[in-house]
T-cell receptor, first 112, second 113 residues
Framework: QKEVEQNSGPLSVPEGAIASLNCTYS??????FFWYRQYSGKSPELIMF????GDKEDGRFTAQLNKASQYVSLLIRDSQPSDSATYLC????????????FGTGTKLQVIP | DAEITQSPRHKITETGRQVTLACHQT?????MFWYRQDLGHGLRLIHY???????NKGEVSDGYSVSRSNTEDLPLTLESAASSQTSVYFC????????????FGPGTRLTVL
């Protein structure tokens, strides 16, 4: 079982819709959770991080964390074509100081 | 502005040659990381460092080495390049504070022929 799992997609949504990206993780002691966006040929860039159960909102982005279910999600409201990218879920493991495990990413396509 | 840079951005080399990829950060971060990214595998950790003179192996460290002589730099060396090491390499850094957020360099695309 992979430590951090994401559906590879592609996930296609129409412009203006809500895109929902999901991630599950296996290390129950994980403390910190990150969402990165990666455009084709570019490096990952941080969108959000979340530590506590519940929702965290930043503009059009909302991260949701449920530690009991070992599940973290990213919602993108009013999706724009510029949101088309691969979204990486990353989890800071309980054992390794500062070490982070990345999922393989979900490719999002926003259709104009 | 603080940044993290990598050089070269593209490199083509031959099997058996030694190759060094440079990573330089001006964030003054203690922690630095090297990843490779391949289709179907995502980002995999090669080596990491928590400070000067500290280096640690990641999950795919065979055939790679690093050294940390100052805070700003963590060069990655491929001792004898193999075709299986053709990949995109990313360097990242993070602070030792609460955020744990890693910031990535622009990447180096390495091709081993």
């Amino acid at each position: 079982q992979k430590e951090v799992e994401q559906n590879s997609g592609p996930l296609s949504v129409p412009e203006g819709a809500i895109a929902s990206l999901n991630c599950t993780y296996s290390d129950r002691g994980s403390q910190s959770f990150f969402w990165y966006r990666q455009y084709s040929g570019k490096s990952p860039e941080l969108i959000m991080f979340i530590y506590s159960n519940g929702d965290k909102e930043d503009g059009r982005f909302t991260a949701q964390l449920n530690k009991a279910s070992q599940y973290v999600s990213l919602l993108i409201r009013d999706s724009q074509p510029s949101d088309s990218a691969t979204y990486l879920c990353a989890v800071k493991n309980s054992g390794g100081y500062q070490k982070v495990t990345f999922g393989t990413g979900t490719k999002l396509q926003v259709i104009p | 502005d603080a940044e993290i840079t990598q050089s070269p951005r593209h490199k083509i080399t031959e099997t058996g040659r030694q190759v060094t990829l440079a990573c330089h950060q001006t964030w003054n971060h203690n922690n630095m990381f090297w990843y490779r990214q391949d289709l179907g595998h995502g980002l995999r950790l090669i080596h990491y460092s928590y400070g000067v003179q500290d280096t640690n192996k990641g999950e795919v460290s065979d055939g790679y080495s690093v050294s940390r002589s100052n805070t700003e730099d963590l060069p990655l060396t491929l001792e004898s390049a193999a075709s299986s090491q053709t990949s995109v390499y990313f360097c990242a850094s993070s602070d030792s504070g609460a955020s744990d957020t890693q910031y990535f360099g622009p990447g180096t695309r390495l091709t081993v022929l």
